[in-house]
DNA sequence: TCTTTAATTGCATGCGCATGCAAATATCTT
DNA sequence: AAGATATTTGCATGCGCATGCAATTAAAGA
């Protein structure tokens, strides 16, 4: 590790870099990512009554055979705990956005169905949303990523 | 391969493209920073007590002229909420790592004041939160968000 | 083989936490 | 005095963890 003679050298102990150029720019990213998401979330929530999450389960079972999924199949999908996907489909259900089916060959499972309505509300949902992320990226954020990353490595 | 003649060619109208590409490519960022930031909250959590917001407040105190921050100074830095930010002082106020302070020459203002406590906290957590973010990061994510973009571009 | 018992799996529910929004309060500023 | 600004507080939401219930699977024991 070339001996440290001189200018801001960075720290190593063994190949791992201490100093913070990392955090910084992954602080810069996550903030660009909420705030991001947060236009997006209040979009889906003032236009359309949709949450983030519901949003991206709707979008899953439209996207899958038979317009329905399991729960846990929802959770992985969404990066999501099984009892949060477990209320989230309560709420859709209760919108009539979707309906909860019994597994018929594994009487434990459910699945989530995506109702006409739910289909519609997310076609409908679709555009604006992405109008808005396009609008988002569109502003130069994936190039602030991108630079995120540079400084990051430092080159 | 720049020039793309005749391969999944995007869909605009106007200057903006319709299809899915950005919306797809940017559900797979934010599940990668979500899978990174639980990563690094419950590092936190278990090891430092703390949340990540509350690190990210610590570390902002830390960094401030005096250790002290006022709470629209907190709430711009994290990008939350002003009440989320009085309660999380009043956390850290809990635990002993910061007190807050009525600021003299403005009796609206309040400072959050950074404590030994608190400075040490922070300093001990770092470490632990910069191994853990490298060992992510090492992981390839960066090179993830980066593919993810290029995706969206089609080139 | 059939039945009984143990372990696992899929989902729902109680609870607490962090957050956002809106309203209240206190303090400037003009 | 009237409006603007800083913070706090009441309330609602969405999430995760721990737990419980029901169904499935595996393993014995007859």
Redesign the interface.
């Known amino acids: 590790m070339s001996i440290h003679v001189g200018k801001t050298p960075p720290i190593f102990v063994g190949a791992?870099?201490?100093?913070?150029k990392?955090?910084d720019a992954?602080?810069r990213?996550?903030?660009i990512?909420?705030?991001?998401?947060a236009e997006l979330g209040k979009a889906l929530q003032v236009e359309h009554g949709l949450g983030l999450s519901e949003y991206?389960a709707l979008e899953a079972l439209s996207r899958s055979a038979d317009s329905e999924l399991r729960m846990q199949e929802l959770a992985a999908h969404l990066?999501l705990n099984q009892s949060s996907v477990s209320r989230m489909a309560e709420r859709l259900e209760r919108e009539g956005l979707a309906i909860r089916d019994l597994c018929p060959d594994d009487k434990r499972g459910v699945y989530t169905v995506l109702t006409d309505k739910g289909r519609a509300r997310f076609e409908n949902a679709r555009s604006d949303?992405?109008?808005t992320?396009?609008a988002a990226?569109?502003e130069g954020e994936?190039e602030e990523?991108?630079s995120a990353?540079l400084v990051?490595r430092g080159d």
């Open positions: 791992i870099p201490i100093m913070s990392n955090s992954w602080f990213l996550t903030q990512v909420a705030t991001v998401e991206r990066h949303f992405e109008r992320l396009n990226l569109g994936w990523l991108l990353r990051a």
